[in-house]
């Protein structure tokens, strides 16, 4: 182990010490932790947010990021923690020497995942498939560093909301169905998200019907497909392409503007602040209530979404509305 035996050895006398943090992460392990927390690496891009949700960017040394815009204006130092692939570089940890990593759930047979338990490096599971997900990542980030009255407060907020939206929506009669779809450059095809995917769950949460709920996972999609399903409402989510391009496409080919989505103009684009409003990041609940708006306008027209964003971004980022670029339909 050469450098790394101390860290290791530190690492056991710090739990039979007590010096230690514990907890029970998404997989049910019980993960011992040396404190205070200081140093942490994630190689899971949907978690970056939440540690900075919770104030401790600081301690956040490297890791994946699905969108790093919005943390510009929370950290300065953010393009410098960029890792690149999706898979962790072990080399590159041990220089970094953190108090413990914290990856996806379904990384846990990873390779490099064992090694660094072998070199007594803590790592922590996480999940992100459901708000009950989020609210148990979020109590596991607020233990690790000693922020658990403000998880909580998160966690409480995020209850609060949800619990008032589901009266809002709770007496309606009808749902419009639903198509969320993304363009997956890479693969050159459109996607969109099965009835696993916490996209789906907010949408049915919203008063929606996924129309892709009976798949699983991500799934590319055709013209054929879209024109069978007929969606009334069509949402477009905006990774590394241009939504504003699929919009176009969607009205201009003979199959997708023939559905009732396009015929009404009921096409959005779901907002972004370099996270989507309808990702698992900590904007989900204004996402939420975006999506209830657009698919039921006549229940929440008293709704003023944007004094909820405003509050939103000041009360858990101290950030003003005006300096969040926010992309998207968003105009109300």
Not at 3 to 27: A, E, K, N, Q, Y
Not at 72 to 86: A, C, H, I
Not at 208 to 224: H, P, Q
Request: aromatic content about 12%; hydrophobic content about 40%; proline content about 4%.
């Amino acid at each position: 182990m050469g450098r790394f035996f101390p860290i290791f050895v530190f690492t056991l006398l710090s739990v039979s010490l007590g010096f230690c943090v514990t907890v029970t992460d998404s997989l049910g392990r019980v993960v011992h932790i040396e404190e205070p927390v200081k140093r942490v690496i994630t190689n899971y891009g949907l978690l970056p947010p939440f540690i900075y949700l919770l104030g401790e960017g600081d301690k956040f040394y490297a890791g994946m990021f699905l969108g790093k815009e919005f943390y510009r204006l929370l950290d300065e130092e953010v393009q410098k923690k960029v890792l690149k692939g999706r898979s962790l570089n072990i080399e590159f940890v041990k220089k970094e020497n953190p108090q413990v990593v914290i990856s996806a759930y379904w990384q846990a047979n990873q390779r490099d995942v064992k090694q660094l338990e072998a070199l007594g490096i803590p790592v922590v599971f996480v999940k992100l498939e459901s708000v009950e997900d989020i609210n148990n990542t979020i109590r596991i980030l607020g233990k690790i560093f000693g922020k658990e009255e403000k998880a909580e407060e998160m966690i409480n907020y995020y209850s609060k909301s949800l619990s008032d939206l589901k009266d809002y929506v709770k007496g309606i009669s009808t749902k419009p169905s639903v198509l969320i779809v993304f363009y997956d450059g890479r693969a050159h095809s459109y996607r969109t998200f099965g009835g696993d995917m916490f996209q789906s769950k907010l949408v049915e949460l919203a008063g929606g019907i996924c129309v892709s709920r009976d798949l699983r996972g991500k799934k590319a999609i055709n013209a054929e497909q879209v024109a069978r399903w007929d969606p009334d409402v069509i949402l477009i989510i905006q990774y590394r392409s241009s939504a504003q391009k699929v919009k176009k496409f969607i009205f201009a080919d003979p199959l997708w503007k023939r559905t009732e989505a396009a015929r009404k103009g009921r096409v959005y684009i779901v907002p972004n602040d370099g996270e989507n409003w309808i990702d698992p990041c900590p904007m989900w609940i204004l996402g939420l209530y975006w999506c209830a708006k657009i698919l039921h306008p006549e229940i929440l027209q008293d709704l003023d979404l944007k004094k909820m964003a405003e509050e939103f971004y000041e009360r858990f980022f101290n950030l003003d509305l005006e300096r969040v670029k926010i992309m998207g339909d968003f105009t109300f």
